[in-house]
Structures are given as C-alpha cells and as structure tokens.
C-alpha cells in the first residue's frame, strides 16, 4: 500500500462527527429521563415542604395574633390611649391573622389533630375577647369617650362597677387584663397552640422520612445511568482523540517549532493545512523584507505605516477583523498637557491594546493618533467579544493613577468579508470610525450596522 493511499484511509470527520451526534443525543435522553425523575421527586418534595411550613406559619400567626391584641388591650387600660384600642380593632376586624390562621391549616390540608388545637386555641382567644371587650369599656366609661367601636355598646358594666369613680374603673381594667384568670386562658392558649405546631412537626418528619427514601431509591438508579453514560463518554473521548486530536496537536508542536504541517489525514484537515501553510510562506517572506526598525513605530513598539501596508496586504480577508482606533480630542491633550504628555498617552494606549488584544493580533500606527488592529482567524460571530474589548480599553484609559489625563476612543469595526478587497475593507472602517466619531465619541461602530454604543 502506498503512502498516498495510507494518507486517504481512516474514518473522515464527517463519519466522526455524524456519530458523536448520535452519541451526544442518546446521552443527553438519558440524561434528560433521569434528571427529569429526580427534578420531579424534587419539585414535590419542595412543595410538600413549602405546604408544612405554610402551616407551622399559620399556627403561629395564632398566636402572634393574639399575643399583639392582649398587649394594645393591656397598654390601652394603663394610659387609655385611644391609638392601642384602634389598633386593637383593626387587628381584630380589619387585619383578621386568627382568622386566616384556621382557614390557612383548613385549605391546606393539615394534620386533623393539629387543627383541631388551632380551632381550640382560637375559642379560647375570642374567650378571652370577652375580658377585653369589658376591661376597655371601663376605660372608655372613666375617660368619658364617646366615639368607640359599636361592638362596645354591647358590653353591660355590673352595678358594682358602674358606680366606681373614674380612677377607680382604670384601676379595674388594669386588674381585668393582668389578673391570673385572665393569663390561665393565655396559657391554655399556648397549650394548645404547643400541641398544634407538635403535630405538624412530628407529620413533617414522617413526610421527609419517606421522601427521603423514595429519593434514595431513584438516586441509585440515577447512578446506574451516570456510570453508563460515563462509559460513553469516556468511548467518545477516546474515539475524538484517536481520529481527530491526535493529528491537531502534532499540528500544534509543528507550528511551535516554526514550520510547515504536513497535509496529512483527513480531507478537510488537509484544507487547513494548506491554508496555513500558505500563510505560513507569506509570514516568512514578510519577515525576510522586515526587520523591526523598519515595520516598527519607534515611540510605541507598535506596527508602523510601513508593517501595516505589508500586513494588510497579506492578511485572510474572510479570517480578519479591521479595527480602527482614533484617540478623542487628542490634539486638546497636546495644547493642554504638552506633546510630552500625548506621546505617553499613545503609548499607554499601545500598552493597554497588547493588554485586551491577543498576542497573535497585530497592532498598528498607521497616524498620529490613529491606529488599527488586524484580528486575524476570527470568525464574524464576535460582536460581543469585540464590544467588551472596546469598553475595557476605554475603562483603562480613562484611569489617572499614572498621571495622565483620561483618555477616550473611538472605534470603527468591520470584517473582512464584508469587503470585496484590502482597500475597500478600509474605507468601510473608516466609514465606520468616522460615524462613531459622528455619534458623540468615546463609542464603538460595527460597520454596514445601524448603530453599536457604548
């Protein structure tokens, strides 16, 4: 067998490819099943649990409600302050926590022992009504109010306590709402409310305790699924590195050693070796007729106009971004600051494009203040990329820690295969500059768009 035939034998990356799909879908139904089952187990669990605790919530409302009536009640008998009797009221007529404390636990199916606690507690708490609905009508008779809730012309004083003076009826109202029948039905309340959240308790741990073994069993079967899926993944891995990136990184140490790939395997890795292999020849003949004094600007290190013609005449339209930067209002930075100070904002401004740009980049002065970045092998697929360079590179510029005042740029972008050669590629970024010059500065614009800012 021939070398040539040897190079055309093997699997192609097409076959390669059509497989690891088929294999990436079956995987992922596996995947989507059992974490499908588990989310569902999960989702029950939650809103089982969110249930309970919307009840435990609701049994204490109870008595977070009752407890907030005793002491506006109390504080209104000690100073007859009308403000604790309204807002004993709105609690008990307008607010309604006790209320939606029982019809909460009723909706939501709880435990039958613990709402009848509840409801118990809650007999006792309108029991206790009666005492303050008598301790501040006392209050009411010795301050001479007239204008109360209605509710409260249904209370009869007994003769003993009509005929007290006013200090007198203050006094008995205190003593209504502090004495110890009063905090004997407020500790049956209690009682009652201990055995109601007790139950809860004990019905959510005898939940949690089956959840969690109903869990535990599809867990196992979600690791039967995990190890198979592993096996397939680890037979992709394998059949990826065997077929594709084997002859990818053996391009790699060729490139790292400076020299040729050879066009070898596949058909459309062939294809990117004779495209780089081209490059490769165009790279090495421009270094032949460059050395770096002559491609080189002497102020920044970057590029200058006679680098720059020899790039752009050699680079991939169809695999390169233009993007052309000019340095905002910069002749104000010379007249203000001097020319001293605006050849040490270009290069910082150098400084900070070697920064956010890669090292394979190249970065040009083809101007006074103006400058251009080739982004070679990009796709056209990254605006978004592009856009957060530009804001970063403004970010850094406009930085003062090192002396020098803040900076902007404005910035036009197009990609090469938008363009029908070098030079119309220029004047559409160029175009694009100029308009983000036009839309205020310190912007961005991606040309033939209709507007990119900041």
């Known amino acids: 067998?021939?070398?040539?035939?040897?190079?055309?034998?093997?699997?192609?990356?097409?076959?390669?490819?059509?497989?690891?799909?088929?294999?990436?879908?079956?995987?992922?139904?596996?995947?989507?099943?059992?974490?499908?089952?588990?989310?569902?187990?999960?989702?029950?669990?939650?809103?089982?649990?969110?249930?309970?605790?919307?009840?435990?919530?609701?049994?204490?409302?109870?008595?977070?409600?009752?407890?907030?009536?005793?002491?506006?009640?109390?504080?209104?008998?000690?100073?007859?302050?009308?403000?604790?009797?309204?807002?004993?009221?709105?609690?008990?007529?307008?607010?309604?926590?006790?209320?939606?404390?029982?019809?909460?636990?009723?909706?939501?199916?709880?435990?039958?022992?613990?709402?009848?606690?509840?409801?118990?507690?809650?007999?006792?708490?309108?029991?206790?009504?009666?005492?303050?609905?008598?301790?501040?009508?006392?209050?009411?008779?010795?301050?001479?109010?007239?204008?109360?809730?209605?509710?409260?012309?249904?209370?009869?004083?007994?003769?003993?306590?009509?005929?007290?003076?006013?200090?007198?009826?203050?006094?008995?109202?205190?003593?209504?709402?502090?004495?110890?029948?009063?905090?004997?039905?407020?500790?049956?309340?209690?009682?009652?409310?201990?055995?109601?959240l007790n139950e809860l308790e004990k019905m959510a741990y005898d939940f949690d305790a089956s959840a969690l073994d109903s869990f535990r069993k599809d867990l196992n079967k979600v690791r039967v699924v995990v190890i198979i899926q592993t096996v397939g993944i680890l037979f992709m891995v394998w059949l990826t590195s065997r077929l594709g990136i084997h002859p990818v990184l053996n391009a790699v140490e060729r490139i790292k050693a400076d020299s040729p790939i050879p066009e070898v395997g596949a058909n459309e890795f062939r294809y990117l070796a004779r495209a780089y292999n081209r490059m490769y020849e165009v790279y090495k003949r421009s270094l032949e007729h460059l050395n770096f004094k002559a491609s080189h600007d002497e102020l920044t290190g970057a590029y200058n106009r006679s680098g720059y013609d020899l790039l752009f005449s050699s680079i991939e339209l169809d695999s390169t971004y233009m993007v052309m930067i000019d340095v905002d209002n910069f002749k104000t930075i010379n007249d203000t600051y001097g020319h001293d100070c605006g050849d040490r904002v270009l290069i910082k401004l150098v400084r900070v494009l070697k920064n956010n740009f890669r090292s394979d980049d190249y970065i040009c002065r083809i101007g006074g203040d103006e400058f251009v970045v080739f982004m070679v092998h990009a796709t056209e697929a990254q605006h978004n990329l592009i856009a957060s360079k530009i804001v970063k590179i403004n970010e850094d510029m406009a930085r003062t820690d090192d002396g020098l005042p803040p900076v902007s740029i404005s910035v036009g972008i197009v990609h090469g295969s938008k363009a029908t050669n070098p030079e119309n590629l220029f004047l559409k970024t160029d175009e694009a500059m100029y308009k983000a010059k036009q839309n205020g500065k310190h912007t961005f614009r991606f040309g033939e768009e209709t507007e990119q800012a900041q």
Do not use: C, W
């Open 1 to 196: 067998m021939s070398s040539n035939q040897k190079e055309r034998g093997g699997i192609s990356l097409r076959t390669v490819h059509f497989l690891l799909i088929v294999g990436a879908v079956i995987v992922s139904i596996l995947m989507f099943l059992t974490s499908y089952r588990l989310s569902t187990e999960f989702e029950s669990m939650t809103e089982t649990s969110e249930r309970q605790i919307e009840l435990r919530k609701a049994a204490r409302e109870l008595m977070d409600a009752s407890d907030y009536l005793t002491e506006n009640v109390q504080r209104f008998t000690l100073n007859g302050d009308r403000t604790f009797m309204d807002a004993y009221f709105r609690e008990a007529f307008e607010a309604n926590h006790r209320e939606e404390a029982i019809q909460t636990m009723s909706r939501e199916g709880g435990n039958a022992v613990a709402l009848k606690s509840l409801q118990t507690a809650m007999d006792h708490s309108v029991r206790l009504m009666g005492l303050e609905y008598y301790a501040m009508r006392l209050v009411i008779e010795a301050k001479g109010y007239t204008d109360y809730p209605e509710i409260l012309d249904t209370v009869q004083l007994s003769e003993e306590d009509q005929v007290l003076d006013s200090e007198a009826k203050m006094r008995k109202a205190t003593e209504t709402v502090l004495n110890d029948d009063y905090y004997f039905i407020k500790n049956v309340i209690r009682a009652h409310m201990r055995n109601s």
